[in-house]
């Protein structure tokens, strides 16, 4: 799927499969990860992204296929790989009866670092999750939204050129929610970033890349923007038009390369919907047709495909 | 080993912000003197150990498990594991540290029985061999049960299921004398060797026997071997 140059790639896998019991979790999944890139892996609950994520930290090896990580071996090089990487698991495993400093200090000497760096990178990534007030806190007593500071801080402590976050905006509130976004952004700029999640408008804010994976399978690859355009399939445009309709819709319809046209009222404005056929320019046509025929062009606005009905048409296709 | 000393660091400190430590600490401090006393409040008493070494080797039946329950147990339960196993951590350095963590504790709360021992030097003339010897039979013997207590606690995640399990296993390897005395010759010989039991009577008789030393030690490597193939499993499962 991906061809690069290897040397470019931060990850790479291939054929990756991994089996529980029976039941394929995961199947045949390839992909590649550039240096610097965010790429959010996007698809329903229980589509298989904990367990890429999963394969991809050395938590478990997959049943078959290959993962390097900085041409490391994610099974032979195990530690290699882990040496390099944060992770935030999905429901933020904390020691509930440690304090918020203590934690990240044992985290920190699990990951090998000299003292000395522990202390400034605790520091540091206290402000950067903004949990100075909450240094000497029991992790059991903080909320959900600071559980997951805590569980990003931990991530990013060792500075990893890799971080992987499974599904890191999930069970917080809307406003923790923008800032936990805004900081994986900000990580973004220096750090590869691997994020799984199922809410569309965080791939489009955050990622660089999107890979929608359903069922196992990766059945969609490309950035955001490209997602949207190559899947338009059919193009969508509202114009609003000045004239008797009963004129202006056969009209419409009579255009090549028109698809459908309808038209409803709103608040004494006249708008049409047009469907256009696949990849077809409309808007040339119609602002001529509406001139000649006296009438006015009040307004002309594309509607591209929200990735919310793209991810929709993409996951539930294999039932249709 | 840095790491191994950070594991057991961490375990020691939550030893002692847990209650449950403080608790198996308290009631083994209390039945061991309850033993104690009772070689002092016969007819005839004697300035020994001997009643508190047997109590005490029943006792850590019942508290080396609750010791060790939580060790990995919890980790494998709050889902803490998924990032211990990702750090760039060997598992022998987790089972190592978690197990170690465990044995400091246990010197700590036998240290103080020490106490006894002071009590007897004050007031009567103990035989100083039987005790020593004792002390170091009751060290490994508590050894070898923390480490069984360690490896169920790596195959559940459940903490009451690992300690009941360990237990279990403890009073079969305790009680093996009385298996051994409804067989004869070979088998007889071989399971009273596995017992626990067997192996710690000469050391409160003050006898130090490499073999009975070299027992615990291989019962005690023997089971951390399996905790840590048991941990590598869990990659695997």
Known sequence: MVIQDSKSLMIQATGLTHYYGPYAAIEDVNFGVERGEVLGFLGPNGAGKTTTMRILTGYMPPTRG????????????????????????????????????????????????????????????????????????????????????????????HEPEVLVLDEPTIGIDPIQVVETRRLIQELGREQTVVLSTHILPEV????????????????????????????????????????????????????????????????????????????????????????????????????????????????????? | MRTVQAVAWKEIQIYFSSPTAYIVAMIFLALASFFFVRDL??????????SFFQGATIILILLAPTLTMRLLAEEQKLGTIELLLTS?????????????????????????????????????????????????????????????GLLTSTLTSNQIVAAVVAMGILLVLYFTDFAAATLTGLPATIVNEIGLKSHFDDFERGVIDTKHIAYYLLLTSFFVFLSIRALESRRWR
């Open chain 1, 66 to 157: 290959k993962v390097t990580l900085d041409d490391f071996d994610i099974v032979e090089q195990s530690l290699e790989v882990r040496r390099k990487v944060g992770y935030l698991p999905e429901t933020v495993p904390l020691y509930t009866d440690m304090p918020v400093n203590s934690y990240l200090k044992y985290m920190g000497t699990l990951r090998q670092m000299p003292p000395k760096d522990i202390k400034r990178r605790i520091s540091e990534v206290i402000d950067v999750c903004r949990l100075g007030d909450y240094r000497s806190t029991l992790i059991g007593k903080l909320s959900k939204g600071f559980r997951q500071r805590v569980g990003i801080a931990q991530a990013i402590l």
């Open chain 1, 204 to 320: 489009s804010m955050i990622c660089d890349r999107v890979l929608i994976i359903s069922e196992g399978k990766i059945v969609a690859e490309d950035t955001p923007d490209n997602l949207a355009e190559r899947l338009k399939g059919s193009e969508q445009m509202e114009v609003e038009i000045g004239g008797p309709v009963s004129q202006v819709l056969p009209a419409l319809r009579a255009l090549k390369g028109v698809a459908s046209a309808s038209h409803r009222s709103n608040h004494g404005k006249e708008i049409y919907t047009i469907q256009a056929n696949e990849g077809q320019d409309l808007r040339d046509e119609i602002s001529r047709t509406v001139i000649g025929g006296g009438w006015s062009l009040l307004s002309m606005q594309t509607m591209g495909m929200s990735l919310e009905e793209i991810f929709l048409k993409l996951t539930t296709h294999e039932e249709l």
């Open chain 2, 41 to 50: 409040s016969n007819p005839f008493p004697q300035a020994s150990m001997s």
């Open chain 2, 88 to 148: 760039p951590v060997r598992d022998w350095e987790v089972v190592l540290g978690k197990y170690i963590a465990s044995l400091v504790f246990l010197l700590g709360t036998i240290v103080l029985t020490l106490y006894f021992v002071l009590l007897l030097i004050i007031f009567a003339d103990p035989d100083p061999g039987p005790i020593w010897a004792g002390y170091l039979g009751l060290i490994l013997y508590g050894a070898a049960a923390l480490s069984i």
